[in-house]
C-alpha cells in the first residue's frame, strides 16, 4: 500500500506562481515513477507532467510546457512540481500518482496505480 499526499495548492493571481509537493509513504518510492494530473469542474482528469523513478527522463503536458517543472528528492520520498505563470485555465485539482511501470513514460491515467487526495489550485484573473 501507498499513500501519497499532495500539498501546496492554494489561491493565486494570474501570472503567479505554486509549488506542490507530493510526500510518499512507501518503501519502493526511489524506484517508483511519479506523475502529477488536474481536474477542473465538469472536465476529465488530465495529464500534466510525468518523471521516472531517477528523474532523469520528465514529460509535460502541451498546455504547461516551458512553464511547470517536475522534479523529486528520492531521500525525502517526495515529488514536487514548479508551476511558473499560472493562469486561470490552470484552475484544478491537482493529484499526484505512482506509475504502475518502472520503464517508459507514463501519460495516461490507466498507467498509475495509487492516487493522493488532490490539492486545489486556483488561479484568479
Known amino acids: 500500500q501507498v499513500q501519497l499526499v499532495e500539498s501546496g495548492g492554494g489561491l493565486v493571481q494570474a501570472g503567479g506562481s505554486l509549488r506542490l509537493s507530493c510526500a510518499a509513504d512507501g518503501r519502493s518510492f526511489s524506484s517508483d515513477a511519479m506523475g502529477w494530473f488536474r481536474q477542473a469542474p465538469g472536465k476529465e482528469r488530465e495529464f500534466v507532467a510525468f518523471?521516472?523513478?531517477?528523474?532523469?527522463?520528465?514529460y509535460y503536458a502541451d498546455s504547461v510546457k516551458g512553464r511547470f517543472t517536475i522534479s523529486r528528492d528520492n531521500a525525502k520520498n517526495t515529488v514536487y512540481l514548479q508551476m511558473n505563470t499560472l493562469q486561470p485555465e490552470d484552475t484544478a485539482v491537482y493529484y499526484c500518482?505512482?506509475?504502475?511501470?518502472?520503464?517508459?513514460?507514463?501519460?495516461?491515467?490507466?498507467?498509475?496505480?495509487?492516487w493522493g487526495q488532490g490539492t486545489q489550485v486556483t488561479v484568479s484573473s
Open positions: 500518482a505512482r506509475g504502475k511501470r518502472l520503464y517508459g513514460v507514463l501519460a495516461a491515467a490507466s498507467d498509475y496505480d495509487y
Open positions: 518523471i521516472n523513478w531517477i528523474g532523469n527522463i520528465k
